[in-house]
């Protein structure tokens, strides 16, 4: 007797036909893949192992034997994304952007370290933050550094600029001279702006420092060339997703442009933080996904790219015009994919966030705000238009978007307008 799915299948037909067909998903860290990468994910690679990197016809590099096709996948896979990336370096095997920014932390850090980093209340990731892997590097045996106890990771963050939504460039050099860190970190989660890199890396580099560019979130952007470039900035490492505005399958990455002797020792470190630090086998069989993902870039990332960013301003012109309070707006509000939003004239942006996705089928998450204090009370929504540029959204509808977010925000019911909008939009493009 087979065992009985059904009530799984109704769960995923449900999911497919919810979010893959009726909503507008404004998740700024959330992407569709394209056919042919979701239709190759299901393949014989699924719960293989691959420990340790690609064997070569000179040299053994696997602790297992059957590898000789994922060999070719994870050789491949590397090579193009270091092409497409113009950089020396690139581990492919994280399986996240938590997961490669882990692997960076156990290779290069040591207790009593010091980082610079940004803080959650400016839109910096979890993971470089004293709950995260970075605040609590664990050590080799197994003790667990405790933010602010003897020989603990020290955490400085990065002053910012008044509006919150830029570094201090002056300031940010001034602590790199006065704290000499081990390790710096730049990029963020709400991450609406370039980072100053060029001026961070200058002192980094005179003071052989290991900067880490987290384009966790901007990834596709960078590889698109339409965001800065941190490695011509003078970055060492960027670690991105592989699924937010790079449209991929959810893994992560770590590209690298080192050539000095100390460079390639942080490399061999991080290489012992990927494996066995963070990962045995990585997921394997989403990596030829991977690999179709990076040609797809290769192909269309830079009009991709630009017509993410093009959409972003769009909105955030088109909300604001509706009187929804877009932050950076003497900025532009974006130079990414994402836009801040105060919604405190309209209620309480947890409630909002619930209503908007319940009762309209426009997804987006609550967000503290620069100023914010809680995380759990803030007062914005975050948002990004990578996914419903992908399926073809263009200027025109992000006018239409407006409205319907608007009404959304006053309480009205516009569910069926958003399925109808949405309805246009079924055919994911740059592909
Ligand atoms: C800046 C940053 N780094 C790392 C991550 C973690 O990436 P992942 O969700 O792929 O583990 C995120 C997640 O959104 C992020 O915003």
Same mark, same amino acid.
């Given at each position: 007797?087979?065992?009985?799915?059904?009530?799984?299948?109704?769960?995923?037909?449900?999911?497919?036909?919810?979010?893959?067909?009726?909503?507008?998903?404004?998740?700024?860290?959330?992407?569709?893949?394209?056919?042919?990468?979701?239709?190759?994910?299901?393949?014989?690679?699924?719960?293989?192992?691959?420990?340790?990197?690609?064997?070569?016809?000179?040299?053994?590099?696997?602790?297992?034997?059957?590898?000789?096709?994922?060999?070719?996948?994870?050789?491949?896979?590397?090579?193009?994304?270091?092409?497409?990336?113009?950089?020396?370096?690139?581990?492919?095997?994280?399986?996240?952007?938590?997961?490669?920014?882990?692997?960076?932390?156990?290779?290069?850090?040591?207790?009593?370290?010091?980082?610079?980093?940004?803080?959650?209340?400016?839109?910096?990731?979890?993971?470089?933050?004293?709950?995260?892997?970075?605040?609590?590097?664990?050590?080799?045996?197994?003790?667990?550094?405790?933010?602010?106890?003897?020989?603990?990771?020290?955490?400085?963050?990065?002053?910012?600029?008044?509006?919150?939504?830029?570094?201090?460039?002056?300031?940010?050099?001034?602590?790199?001279?006065?704290?000499?860190?081990?390790?710096?970190?730049?990029?963020?989660?709400?991450?609406?702006?370039?980072?100053?890199?060029?001026?961070?890396?200058?002192?980094?580099?005179?003071?052989?420092?290991?900067?880490?560019?987290?384009? #966790?979130?901007? &990834? !596709?952007?960078? $590889?698109?060339?339409?965001?800065? +470039?941190?490695?011509?900035?003078?970055?060492? *490492?960027?670690?991105?997703?592989?699924?937010?505005?790079?449209?991929?399958?959810?893994?992560?990455?770590?590209?690298?442009?080192?050539?000095?002797?100390?460079?390639?020792?942080?490399?061999?470190?991080?290489?012992?933080?990927?494996?066995?630090?963070?990962?045995?086998?990585?997921?394997?069989?989403?990596?030829?996904?991977?690999?179709?993902?990076?040609?797809?870039?290769?192909?269309?990332?830079?009009?991709?790219?630009?017509?993410?960013?093009?959409? #972003?301003?769009? &909105? !955030?012109?088109? $909300?604001?015009?509706?009187?929804? +309070?877009?932050?950076?707006?003497?900025?532009? *509000?974006?130079?990414?994919?994402?836009?801040?939003?105060?919604?405190?004239?309209?209620?309480?942006?947890?409630?909002?966030?619930?209503?908007?996705?319940?009762?309209?089928?426009?997804?987006?998450?609550?967000?503290?705000?620069?100023?914010?204090?809680?995380?759990?009370?803030?007062?914005?929504?975050?948002?990004?238009?990578?996914?419903?540029?992908?399926?073809?959204?263009?200027?025109?509808?992000?006018?239409?978007?407006?409205?319907?977010?608007?009404?959304?925000?006053?309480?009205?019911?516009?569910?069926?307008?958003?399925?109808?909008?949405?309805?246009?939009?079924?055919?994911?493009?740059?592909?």
């Amino acid at each position: 007797m087979s065992v009985n799915i059904s009530d799984v299948l109704d769960i995923v037909d449900s999911q497919n036909q919810w979010r893959g067909k009726e909503t507008i998903n404004l998740i700024a860290s959330e992407n569709v893949q394209s056919d042919a990468v979701k239709q190759i994910e299901s393949n014989d690679f699924m719960g293989r192992y691959a420990e340790g990197h690609p064997n070569t016809a000179q040299q053994d590099n696997r602790y297992y034997e059957g590898t000789r096709y994922i060999d070719q996948i994870e050789s491949m896979t590397t090579r193009e994304i270091i092409k497409l990336a113009k950089c020396l370096q690139a581990d492919v095997r994280p399986l996240s952007g938590n997961a490669a920014n882990t692997a960076v932390a156990l290779g290069i850090l040591r207790g009593g370290d010091t980082v610079l980093v940004n803080s959650i209340e400016i839109g910096g990731h979890i993971s470089h933050n004293p709950i995260g892997v970075v605040g609590r590097r664990i050590q080799v045996r197994g003790k667990v550094l405790t933010p602010g106890r003897e020989n603990s990771i020290s955490l400085h963050f990065w002053p910012a600029t008044e509006d919150g939504y830029h570094l201090d460039a002056p300031k940010c050099v001034d602590l790199v001279e006065q704290t000499s860190p081990n390790m710096v970190i730049l990029g963020k989660s709400l991450f609406l702006f370039p980072e100053p890199v060029k001026q961070i890396a200058e002192v980094c580099r005179a003071k052989n420092i290991p900067l880490l560019y987290d384009g #966790a979130h901007v &990834l !596709g952007l960078i $590889l698109g060339g339409q965001f800065q +470039n941190p490695f011509e900035e003078g970055a060492h *490492f960027i670690n991105g997703s592989t699924h937010k505005t790079f449209p991929g399958p959810q893994r992560g990455v770590i590209l690298g442009n080192m050539a000095t002797e100390l460079e390639m020792k942080w490399w061999s470190s991080v290489d012992r933080g990927v494996m066995p630090g963070s990962s045995s086998s990585h997921h394997l069989h989403t990596l030829p996904g991977m690999l179709i993902a990076v040609r797809e870039m290769a192909e269309f990332g830079r009009e991709y790219a630009a017509q993410t960013i093009t959409n #972003a301003k769009a &909105l !955030g012109q088109a $909300l604001t015009d509706e009187g929804v +309070n877009v932050e950076a707006k003497e900025f532009g *509000f974006t130079e990414s994919h994402q836009l801040a939003i105060k919604v405190t004239n309209f209620g309480i942006a947890k409630e909002l966030a619930r209503s908007l996705s319940d009762k309209n089928n426009i997804i987006t998450n609550y967000n503290m705000l620069p100023g914010d204090k809680d995380a759990k009370n803030p007062t914005g929504l975050r948002i990004g238009v990578q996914e419903m540029t992908r399926y073809g959204m263009k200027e025109g509808e992000m006018g239409e978007l407006a409205d319907l977010m608007k009404a959304g925000l006053q309480g009205k019911i516009v569910k069926d307008e958003v399925i109808k909008l949405r309805s246009r939009f079924t055919d994911v493009h740059f592909a």
